[in-house]
């Protein structure tokens, strides 16, 4: 079993940046594909960003191109995103999430996932 655990989320000025961090413990490796999901106040989960095993290939939603970055470091266990450019409607919960097949954009398709961390950004 794998247990992912988010952290770096917190309050930031709009075109501030943040790096997110979503470490695997328990079954101390992570999931061949990692993914970053949100869920904004009365909206549905979206996805964010994903990255394969072997950092080959990444994905990321329209609203984070050119300002998002995906990372993982497979010693460490660890994935990262690193926001910049940050804008008012970032504002949401940043959800790290796992799985074993293919590279997804569905959050359905992830079996493994963080309690999430809170981003928040003022205008």
């Known amino acids: 079993q794998v247990q992912l655990v988010e952290s770096g989320g917190g309050l930031v000025e709009a075109g501030g940046s943040l790096r997110l961090s979503c470490a695997a413990s328990?079954?101390?490796?992570?999931?061949?594909?990692v993914a970053w999901f949100r869920q904004a106040p009365g909206k549905e989960r979206e996805f964010v960003s994903f990255?394969?095993?072997?950092?080959?290939?990444?994905n990321y939603a329209d609203s984070a191109k050119g300002r998002f970055t995906i990372s993982r470091d497979n010693a460490k266990n660890t994935a990262y995103l690193q926001m910049s450019s940050l804008k008012p409607e970032d504002t949401a919960v940043y959800y790290c999430?796992?799985?074993?097949?293919?590279?997804?954009?569905?959050?359905?398709?992830?079996?493994?996932w963080g309690q999430g961390t809170q981003v928040t950004v003022s205008s």
């Open positions: 328990g079954r101390t490796f992570m999931t061949p594909v």
């Open positions: 999430a796992g799985r074993y097949g293919s590279p997804s954009v569905n959050s359905n398709d992830y079996n493994y």
């Open positions: 990255i394969t095993r072997s950092s080959d290939a990444t």
